[in-house]
C-alpha cells in the first residue's frame, strides 16, 4: 500500500503504491481555493449518499485501512511503535464522514480530461470559470479522483486525492439535451467498469477463502501432530512449531488485507 515516506521540505511524503481511483456522480462544489504555490486550485466538494453511498463506505475503509498501515510500518518509518489512539489522532481523513464533504486537487500535472456540455475543456483556469459561472445554475457534475499520497507533518497528516476526470453538463442548457445520450452510455461504460472490478474482487475472495481453508487444515494437523508427539523429540516439536507460527502469520495477513 504506502510506501516509505520521503522527506520533501518540512513533511514527508509516504506515495500509494498502485493508487485506488473513485468515480464520483453528482457532485456539489462547496468551495474553491487556488493552491499556495498558484500551480491549480483545492475543491471542496460534497459527495451526496443517495448517489455514491458505496463510494462513501470505500473511502470511510480506505481511511481505517491506512491508520493500521501506518501503525505497522510506524517502528520502520518513525523509530517509534505508535498505537491506533495516537495515530487517529494526528491521522486527517480522506472523507468527513459527518459533512460528507472531501478536499481534492485540481492541477494541469494530474487532469486527463476536461468536459463541458460534451466540449472539451484544456485550461484548468476555464473550468474553474465554468465551475463558478455555474454555482448558481442546475449542474450535473461527476468526477474521477486518484489518491495521491500521504503528507506526514510534524503534528498532522494530509491525504492527497487529486481529479483526473471532470465532466460539467449544464441541465438549464437546452443545448445540452442533446447530450442525453451520451451521459447514458457514459453510465453504461462506468458500469461495465464496475462489474469487471466486481468480478476481479470476487475471484480474490475465493482465492483468500480457499488459502484460508487449506491454513486451517494444515494448522489442525500441526497441532495434532503436537499432542501426540513425544515430548523428548526436540528437533521435530521445534520445526513443527516454525511451520505453525508460519502458519498463523500467514493466516493473519489474509484475514487481515481480505474485505
Same mark, same amino acid.
Given at each position: 500500500?504506502?510506501?516509505?515516506?520521503?522527506?520533501?521540505?518540512?513533511?514527508?511524503?509516504?506515495?500509494?503504491? =498502485?493508487?485506488?481511483?473513485?468515480?464520483?456522480?453528482?457532485?456539489?462544489?462547496?468551495?474553491?481555493?487556488?493552491? /499556495?504555490?498558484?500551480?491549480?486550485?483545492?475543491?471542496?466538494?460534497? $459527495?451526496?449518499?443517495? =448517489?455514491?453511498?458505496?463510494? $462513501? =463506505?470505500?473511502?470511510l475503509l480506505f481511511d481505517k485501512e491506512?491508520?493500521?498501515?501506518?501503525?505497522?510500518?510506524?517502528?520502520?518509518?518513525?523509530?517509534?511503535? /505508535?498505537?491506533?489512539?495516537?495515530?487517529?489522532?494526528?491521522?486527517?481523513?480522506?472523507?468527513? =464522514?459527518?459533512?460528507?464533504?472531501i478536499s481534492i486537487i485540481l492541477t494541469?500535472?494530474?487532469?486527463?480530461?476536461?468536459?463541458?456540455?460534451?466540449?472539451?475543456?484544456?485550461?484548468?483556469?476555464?473550468?474553474?470559470?465554468?465551475?463558478?459561472d455555474n454555482s448558481n445554475k442546475k449542474?450535473?457534475?461527476?468526477?474521477?479522483?486518484? %489518491?495521491?499520497?500521504? %503528507?506526514?507533518?510534524?503534528?498532522?497528516?494530509?491525504?492527497?486525492?487529486?481529479?483526473?476526470?471532470?465532466?460539467?453538463?449544464?441541465?438549464?442548457?437546452?443545448?445540452?439535451?442533446?447530450?442525453?445520450?451520451?451521459?447514458?452510455?457514459?453510465?453504461?461504460?462506468?458500469?461495465?467498469?464496475?462489474?469487471?472490478?466486481?468480478?476481479?474482487?470476487?475471484?480474490?475472495?475465493?482465492?483468500?477463502?480457499?488459502?484460508?481453508?487449506?491454513?486451517?487444515?494444515?494448522?489442525?494437523?500441526?497441532?495434532? $501432530?503436537?499432542?501426540?508427539?513425544?515430548?523428548?523429540?526436540?528437533?521435530?516439536?521445534?520445526?513443527?512449531?516454525?511451520?505453525?507460527?508460519?502458519?498463523?502469520?500467514?493466516?493473519?495477513?489474509? $484475514?487481515?488485507?481480505?474485505?
Open positions: 500500500m504506502l510506501q516509505e515516506p520521503i522527506k520533501r521540505n518540512n513533511k514527508l511524503i509516504s506515495i500509494y503504491k =498502485n493508487p485506488p481511483t473513485k468515480n464520483i456522480t453528482d457532485v456539489k462544489i462547496k468551495a474553491v481555493n487556488k493552491l /499556495f504555490n498558484n500551480n491549480g486550485y483545492y475543491l471542496n466538494i460534497y $459527495i451526496s449518499p443517495q =448517489n455514491n453511498n458505496d463510494i $462513501i =463506505n470505500e473511502l491506512l491508520i493500521l498501515e501506518i501503525e505497522k510500518n510506524s517502528l520502520k518509518w518513525f523509530n517509534t511503535q /505508535f498505537d491506533i489512539n495516537e495515530i487517529s489522532e494526528l491521522y486527517s481523513k480522506s472523507l468527513c =464522514n459527518q459533512t460528507k464533504t494541469k500535472k494530474h487532469i486527463k480530461n476536461m468536459m463541458y456540455n460534451n466540449k472539451k475543456i484544456t485550461e484548468i483556469d476555464e473550468i474553474i470559470t465554468l465551475l463558478n449542474c450535473l457534475i461527476n468526477i474521477s479522483i486518484e %489518491y495521491y499520497g500521504l %503528507y506526514i507533518y510534524s503534528e498532522s497528516t494530509s491525504n492527497k486525492w487529486v481529479i483526473t476526470k471532470i465532466d460539467i453538463t449544464n441541465i438549464d442548457d437546452e443545448e445540452s439535451i442533446v447530450s442525453i445520450d451520451e451521459l447514458i452510455d457514459n453510465y453504461i461504460d462506468r458500469t461495465r467498469d464496475i462489474n469487471i472490478k466486481c468480478k476481479n474482487k470476487l475471484q480474490e475472495l475465493t482465492n483468500d477463502i480457499e488459502n484460508i481453508k487449506k491454513n486451517m487444515k494444515d494448522i489442525d494437523n500441526i497441532i495434532e $501432530i503436537l499432542d501426540n508427539i513425544d515430548i523428548t523429540n526436540k528437533t521435530r516439536i521445534n520445526n513443527n512449531l516454525i511451520k505453525l507460527n508460519e502458519l498463523i502469520l500467514k493466516q493473519e495477513t489474509i $484475514i487481515k488485507t481480505s474485505h
